[in-house]
């Protein structure tokens, strides 16, 4: 038999899967934006290559694996957003009056979350080389890169739902996402390499987690670049779990309300 635990983890995680298939509309919105931003960038600047000589690298196969970890990023921030409709309709409240662990419950949102916005980065993957972007992976690279990438969505989902369990409010959900994901993503790698930009914005870049896990993918994907140190992944795995706890704790205090 399973543990207790794990058949509550895998029942939110099914819920979670059933919200989304319910609003298609939501879904399909999350895939039909990468795709205009590669059709609007990667055919604007598709004369310019980001790198030249032999090496050259087109801007569409650059760009790809900064839209892949874009689409990431904007369907992490909006997983509290989940949260909150769960918290307005009771079922929320219900589950936690239940012997149920937090840190099942918890952990069960967020794994089908993470899982699902690793199956829309694979769909936009496969967009980009519809549209004539080129791939060269390298396989031995792509679980660290992969693994990196999901400990970001962990990590920044986590922290959606931990607003939303401390705000409860739609509107607070929306000033996070348009307040944090645009600073976040043009101050970051997604979109042009660190030699193109100006020293100031370069030294944020280097500090912007987005940054290491679109290089990351590059070398993975494009071989571009470096890949996924060790520390990277360690430091990728301590930020994610310390804003688990965070979020949890908060959870906690909702249960005891």
Request: aromatic share 10%; net charge positive.
């Amino acid at each position: 038999m399973f543990d207790p635990g794990w058949r509550i983890f895998g029942t939110i995680c099914v819920h979670t899967w059933k919200k989304v298939a319910r609003r298609p509309i939501v879904l399909v919105f999350s895939l039909v934006q990468p795709l205009m931003w590669m059709i609007f960038f990667g055919f604007l600047f598709h004369r310019y290559p980001v790198q030249a000589g032999e090496d050259a690298v087109a801007y569409l196969d650059f760009l790809l694996p900064g839209v892949c970890v874009m689409t990431v990023l904007f369907g992490a921030s909006q997983s509290g957003t989940g949260l909150i409709r769960d918290l307005q309709t009771g079922f929320l409240k219900r589950m936690l009056l239940t012997p149920a662990s937090p840190a099942a419950l918890l952990a069960g949102k967020v794994s089908a979350d993470v899982v699902r916005l690793l199956a829309q980065g694979l769909v936009v993957a496969l967009m980009g080389l519809a549209l004539g972007a080129r791939l060269h992976p390298r396989f031995s690279a792509l679980a660290a890169a992969l693994v990196l990438t999901a400990l970001f969505a962990l990590g920044y989902a986590s922290l959606s739902c931990w607003i939303a369990l401390k705000t409860r409010s739609q509107e607070t959900m929306g000033v996070f996402i348009q307040a944090l994901n645009m600073p976040l993503f043009f101050t970051s790698t997604a979109l042009v390499p660190k030699r193109h930009m100006p020293v100031w914005l370069a030294g944020i870049a280097a500090a912007n987690p987005i940054s290491a896990v679109a290089d990351g993918l590059r070398f993975a994907l494009l071989r571009i670049g470096e890949g996924v140190p060790w520390i990277q992944l360690a430091a990728g795995g301590a930020c994610a779990f310390a804003l688990f706890a965070v979020c949890l704790a908060e959870l906690g205090k909702a249960r005891r309300l």
